[in-house]
C-alpha cells in the first residue's frame, strides 16, 4: 500500500476534476481536486532514484484519467480520436507535477539522530524534529502556494493556444455556475478564476501536512496561509455581489432563437433541404407569431445544407423570411465562394441587405486536419467526419443590425471559448454576443453543456450579453454577469429537442471596455512567464552541482 498509494492519488485527481464539471456538476469537488496529486508528488517517492520521472509520470496518470473522462463525449464522433488527444493533453498534468517536484522543499535541517544523547534529546522534546520543518511555515506555504497555482495557469493557458489550442474545461471553469466567484474574470480572464482555485488546492495541502507536523510536536501555531486563502474567498465573493448589484442602464433588445434540432445525418444533404426549409419556416413563424416587436431571429450554425449565398433557393428563402417578417435574421452558412470553403455567419435584414462573417478560428480535427497530408494517420483519426478542411477567415467582421438596435458579434461553434477571439470583436464594437453552434455532433453527450460552461466567461470577461442558437442544445440567454437566464426545454426539461426561445438581451447604453477586453490575457501570460523564470531558477543550480560531480568523478577515475 505504500508503494500504491501516490498512484491511486493521482488517479483520485483526475476523477475529482471531471466530476467537478457538467455533466457532473460537482463544482464543490474543484477545491480538492488537485490536493491529491501534490500529495502524492511531496510526500512520496523519497528513496526513488529519478525522482523526477516519477513526478513526471504521477502527472500523466492524472492527466490521462481527467481528459479521458471529461471528454468522453469525443467518443460521439471519433473514438480513436478520443482515446488518442488525451495523450497529448495529459503532458499538461505531467508537466505541473514535475514543476511541483522542483518546488518540493528539502527538509535537510532535522536534526538528525547520531548518538544516545541526540536520541534522548529528541524524545524529551520532540519538537527538536519538527519545528525546522519547512510546512510549519505560513509564509513558505503561501510561497509555494503562489508558485504551483502560477505555473498551472500558465499551462492552461498554454493548452489553450498552442498547436491550434483546446483550452476546454481548466480547473476555474467548474465555477461557470457560480457567479459571485466568476466576477474577477474582467480583471484577469477565466484564469485568475484558475489560479485562485489552484492556490487553494495548495493551501489545502500544506494544512493537511502541516496538521500532521503539529500532532508530532504537539505543538500549534497561528494559521495564516489558511487564514488569509478563507479572507481571500471571502473578498472575492463580495465584489462578485457587488459587481453584480453596480448593474449600468441597459436598454432591451427582443430575440428569437430557434432550435431546429435536424438529425445529423441530414444536416447536410441536399435530398432534406426542402424538409430543412419547412422546419425553420415552421418554427420561425411559431415565434414571430407568439410575441411582438421581435427585433433579431437567430437560427445555429451551418442551418440550411445548401451554401445560401451560392444557392438561389436558400438565399431568396431566407431574404424573404426577413422581409416578410419584418426582423433581421442571423444564421450559420457555409460560404462557398471560387477561393475557397468557409464556415461562416450571415446576417439578412429585413431591409435586404446583407453582412457576411467568416470563420477565424478552426477546430482542429473538426474543421480541418492538421498536418492532413504529412501525417496521414490524423487524417485517420478524424474519419469521415471531416473529409475536406474549410479556410479560414481574416477579419473580425462585427454586424450592424437594422434600426440601430445594436451591433453583435457571430461567434460560431466553439469560438464562444475563445477568450481572446471574442475580445477582439468587442474592441471592434460589438454590443453584445451570439453564438450559433451545431453541438448535434455530439448527439445527447456532455459536449453541448460543457460548451456552455466554457462559454458564459466570455460575457463576464467583456461585460457582454450572449444569446446562443444551437441545433440541439444548449440553446440559451447568458447576460454580462455570466449567469444563465433562459435555456431553451421541453416540457421533459430535455435540451436537445426543437423548439423557440423568446426573450430579452440587455445591451449596454454606453458600453465599456473591460480591463481584460483591454489588455487580454495579460495575467495569464505573467504567470506563464514567471513559471518559466521560477524554473530555471530551480533547475540551472541542480545542473550545475550535476555537472561538477561529474567533472570530479571523471577526475578521480
Known sequence: MQRLWPWLAAILSGVLGAASLPPFDQ??????????????????????RRRWLRDLELGYLAGLTFFWISFFWLTTVTALGWFVLQFYMAIYYALWAAFCGLMRPRETSRIVVVDKWTEMLSRANPETL???????????????????????????????????????????VALHATWPMIQMAEFTGVAGVTFFVAFSNSILATTARRIWEETRSRIMRPHYDLTLT????????????????????????H??????????????????KQKIFEKFDRLSRIALTSTSGIDLLVWPESALPAPVLEDEQSFNFVNELAASAGVDILLGVIDAPPEGVYNAALLVRLDQQVQLYRKVHLVPFGEYVPLRRSFPLFAKIAGDQVPEDFDVGHEFTVFQLSKNH??????????????????????????????????????????????????????????????????????????????????????QGSIFEEGTLIGDVNIPIEPVLT??????????????????????VKIVPILWISLKRRKLADRSA
Open 27 to 48: 463544482t464543490w469537488l474543484c477545491w480538492f481536486a488537485l490536493a491529491p496529486l501534490i500529495a502524492a508528488v511531496f510526500f512520496s517517492g523519497e528513496k526513488v
Open 130 to 172: 519538527s519545528s525546522s520543518s519547512p510546512w510549519l511555515r505560513s509564509g513558505h506555504n503561501l510561497f509555494l502556494a503562489v508558485c504551483l497555482a502560477t505555473a498551472w495557469t500558465g499551462l492552461e493557458w498554454t493548452r489553450g493556444w498552442l498547436f491550434s489550442g483546446f483550452g476546454w474545461n481548466g480547473l476555474g
Open 230 to 253: 478563507m479572507v481571500g474567498l471571502v473578498g472575492i465573493f463580495a465584489f462578485g455581489v457587488n459587481a453584480v448589484q453596480s448593474r449600468p442602464p441597459t436598454r432591451p433588445l
Open 255 to 272: 430575440v428569437a432563437l430557434v432550435q431546429a434540432s435536424v438529425p445529423r445525418a441530414e444536416k447536410f444533404d441536399l435530398r432534406y
Open 406 to 491: 445594436g451591433r453583435l458579434a457571430s461567434l460560431i461553434c466553439f469560438e464562444d471559448t475563445v477568450g481572446e477571439l471574442t475580445r477582439q470583436f468587442v474592441l471592434h464594437g460589438a454590443d453584445f454576443l451570439a453564438n450559433v453552434t451545431n453541438d448535434g455532433w455530439f448527439l445527447r453527450s456532455a459536449g453541448s453543456r460543457q460548451h456552455l460552461a466554457n462559454a458564459v466567461f466570455r460575457c463576464v470577461e467583456t461585460r457582454r450579453p450572449m444569446v446562443r442558437a444551437a441545433n440541439t442544445g444548449v440553446t440559451c440567454f447568458v447576460n454580462e454577469f455570466g449567469r444563465v437566464t433562459q435555456v431553451l426545454r421541453d416540457d
Open 515 to 536: 480591463f481584460y477586453t483591454r489588455n487580454g490575457e495579460l495575467f495569464a501570460k505573467t504567470c506563464a512567464i514567471a513559471t518559466i523564470l521560477i524554473a530555471l
